[in-house]
């Protein structure tokens, strides 16, 4: 059984963040799912809108989530890979070379390290913009 690690904010959950899980499941039997505190993501990019609690919620409310863990670390290291019983860790392909070896540096050495396609034209902060500019 393939255990597959995907890490997110989840923040404002939508159609892209769907699309990126059900790829995610697709290269294993279970996805365990980890979600970022609201410090972590306002260290690399705003902070969320939706609580911890609202964000684990709706990620778990997926079709294609097995397990939801909160708090999840931003860097993925080799603990936790092993305490989570990790065979591969997936993350978008929207993050370049520099940010990948930031957070993903245990994984790729370890070879278990894989990117799916991000979904082109929905994402959080481009919802977050059509509130504040409606198109009307």
């Known amino acids: 059984m393939t255990r597959v690690y995907a890490d997110m904010v989840a ?3 939508h159609s ?8 995610a499941k ?8 980890g979600v970022h ?3 972590d993501a306002a260290a690399y990019k705003r902070r969320p809108v939706l609580s911890m609690g609202e964000r684990v919620t709706l990620v778990a409310s ?14 993925v290291t080799r603990d936790w890979i092993e305490r989570h019983r990790i065979d591969l860790v997936v993350h978008g392909d929207d993050f370049d070379a520099e940010h990948v ?3 993903y540096s245990v994984p790729l050495e370890m070879g ?3 990117t ?3 979904t082109k034209g929905i994402s959080t902060t481009e919802i977050i913009g059509r509130l504040s500019s409606p198109s009307d």
């Open 37 to 39: 505190s609201d410090d």
């Open 101 to 103: 070896a930031q957070y």
């Open 26 to 33: 697709a290269l294993g039997d279970e996805l365990v799912v």
């Open 112 to 114: 278990i390290f894989r």
């Open 62 to 75: 997926c079709r294609y989530v097995d397990e939801v863990l909160p708090n999840a670390p931003i860097a």
């Open 11 to 13: 923040d404002l959950f």
């Open 16 to 23: 892209g963040h769907v699309e990126f899980l059900r790829k």
């Open 116 to 118: 799916v396609p991000y």
